[in-house]
């Protein structure tokens, strides 16, 4: 244990105050050279998924497309709004991303190495309360957001902040709901200590239900598609940042790349291991690819498959509208995230009362488990056989409060304004005057004629 910050399993007693200016500098570095790469990287996916080529102009593969865009943004004009409240309006995107700078001071990259002579963790700082620490520095990136369209003076921008707060507020939630259960297992907030208590196995595995909601809410949280409300294009036009230019719009859009790679690092830290290597790496050797500058690989490779997972969510899936992604949080996560909490405690307290390891309690929970699994895959499941439709039924395409589309045998009922025209058609063609002319009455050259 730590002797100088109890509870925390790194040991920082070594450092000095020029260590912690290189730790907090390379920090800084390692996640600006980590978004120009993530804005390259989106692009390319993204593009291979939609069968085009993305970016391939600026340098080697595109490579300096992300710098050129960069570059672009701090040479543009810096436009200010006459109406926005000039303090707030140029704080707000400051505060955005001060806080999203500040969550990587506790996240482990690695074990203990020698860094100039001098003997350290691959990580700024810890404490025994770190994740409390993480959940309050992302809350409190939110006022930026807020901030930045309530200053702007417009309609879209206050529309986009107000959600994106309900937005943080909902999600932040279950996401911390969800990470109470990796407290319990680990007993400890410190994530230096959750890292090493994923020796064994990783939490991903053995708290899986918490993952997924975790996952779930990481992309809520960071406002990514499918869950981007607070900046839907179509809708708000750039939500918050709409009002924005030049170098405050791309503070705002820094913070959120910056936000991503914060949460994937902690999906990283709390659920995958950390910079542990996977199985069957870290049993080479006594696992000497544990120990050195090999676990940042690890740590690395962890976090930009994160990474990857946001970018292949964006290029498949659709936005939500607004009710459904606040039906999600509140009525899906949060209620699973608690009852997932409950079994957990529960777990752990027949755990503690029977003096039973935690691996063989899982095996114990798991087998029956997969049991069941297998036997109602292989069921066989007696079909009732499908209705026939009696035949197309009209609906009502309103009743859920929004327009919906007709399904397969459905009949939309005849429009007001198509009725009234019909009727009108009907009756103008039984009247005298535009009845067609009959055989038997002559025609004009005939009556001339005659």
């Keep these: 244990m730590n002797p100088v910050n109890a ?27 980590n978004v120009l790469l ?13 069968v085009r080529s993305g970016p391939n102009v600026h340098g080697p593969f595109g490579l300096l497309q992300s710098l050129a865009d960069a570059l672009k943004l701090l040479l543009k004009e810096d436009m200010n709004v006459k109406a926005a ?25 690695g074990p203990t190495v020698s860094m100039f002579g001098v003997e350290t963790p691959l990580q700024l700082t810890d404490m ?25 003076g417009s309609t879209y921008p206050l529309l986009g902040s107000v959600r994106g707060t309900a937005q943080v507020i909902s999600y932040e939630l279950s996401m911390g709901l969800s990470l109470v259960s990796v407290f319990v297992v680990s007993g400890s907030m410190s994530t230096s200590t959750i890292v090493n208590a994923q020796a064994p196995f ?12 975790y996952v ?31 170098m405050k719009f791309a503070w705002f859009f820094l913070a959120e790349y910056i936000n991503m790679f914060n949460v994937s690092a902690i999906a990283t830290t709390l659920f995958l291991g950390g910079w542990r290597a996977p199985w069957p790496i870290s049993a080479i050797n006594d696992g000497m690819f544990n120990e050195g500058w090999w676990p940042f690989l690890w740590f690395f490779i962890k976090m930009w498959l994160v990474m990857f997972f946001f970018i292949w969510v964006r290029g498949t899936l659709l936005r939500f509208r607004y009710d459904q992604f606040m039906n ?14 409950v079994a957990v405690s529960v777990v752990q307290a027949a755990r503690a009362w029977a003096d039973v390891d935690l691996s063989t309690l899982l095996w114990w929970i798991a087998i029956p488990l997969g049991v069941v699994l297998i036997l109602l895959l292989v069921w066989p499941s007696k079909k009732e056989p499908e209705p026939v439709p009696a035949g197309p039924k009209d609906f009502d ?54």
């Design 202 to 213: 990783w939490w991903c595995l053995a708290l899986l239900p918490a993952f997924l909601v």
């Design 7 to 33: 509870g925390v399993a790194a040991d920082f007693s070594n450092d000095v105050w020029w260590i912690w200016v290189i730790k907090a500098a390379a920090i800084l570095v390692f996640l600006l050279l």
């Design 328 to 341: 999600i949080g509140w009525k899906i996560l949060i209620p699973t995230a608690l009852v997932w909490l």
């Design 85 to 109: 409240d000039k303090l707030v309006y140029i704080l707000a995107p400051l505060i955005t991303v001060f806080a999203s700078l500040l969550i990587f001071a506790v996240i482990p990259m």
């Design 216 to 246: 779930v809410s990481m992309v809520g949280e960071v406002n990514r598609l499918p869950f981007d409300l607070p900046e839907a294009e179509g809708e708000l036009v750039a939500g918050h940042m709409t009002e924005y230019s030049s």
């Design 38 to 50: 993530a804005i390259w990287a989106e692009r390319r996916v993204l593009a291979r998924m939609q």
């Design 128 to 152: 025994p309360v770190a994740v409390l620490y993480i959940l309050a520095v992302a809350s409190f990136g939110v006022y930026g957001i807020m901030l930045g369209g309530w200053a702007s």
């Design 397 to 450: 395409p309103l009743a859920d409060g929004f327009p919906v589309p007709p399904l397969p045998g459905q009949v939309l009922p005849p429009a007001p304004r198509r009725r009234t025209v019909s009727a009108t058609i009907v009756s103008s063609s039984t009247t005298p005057e535009t009845d067609p002319p009959s055989s038997s009455t002559p025609s004009g050259k005939e009556a001339s004629d005659g």
